[in-house]
């Protein structure tokens, strides 16, 4: 009798165990996917976003107006970035990453802003290139998540 209790006592453990091991690998690649997911959504939106300035630029719209897409787009960008940051506030090495990537974005935007402003100006295309000394020399500052 001791031996069948025993029995059912281990294969209830080790099912509770199998259990959770389960569960946290189930989790774990829930949010592995939504980091996933999130970067392609960042990938989809920075690229739609440069496609609209090029498009803005090859065509000399220059009004606020006609690039009120461009714009729009950062907001998108910078809540999937808040998004991602939230989502890999448990490992530094992709908080990292993700540092990384705002400032590149903070900088392509300021680079294309210029563009715009020359455009708007009547610059030629030829003549729009904005020189800057060299990528991240500019000390961009740093977002703050928002809490």
Known sequence: MRTLLATIAVVLSISGAVLYASEAQRSVGELNFREAQTGKEMAVKLLARNATLQRSLSEGRGS??????????????????????????????????????ERAELEWEDLAEDALKLAAKGAPPGRRRCHHPRPGARNLPRRQSPA
């Open 64 to 101: 606020a107006q006609k690039v009120l897409p461009f714009f729009a787009g950062d907001r998108q960008v910078d809540e999937a970035l808040a998004r991602a940051r939230r989502m890999c506030a448990d490992d530094p090495a992709e908080l990292h990453e993700i540092d990384t990537q």
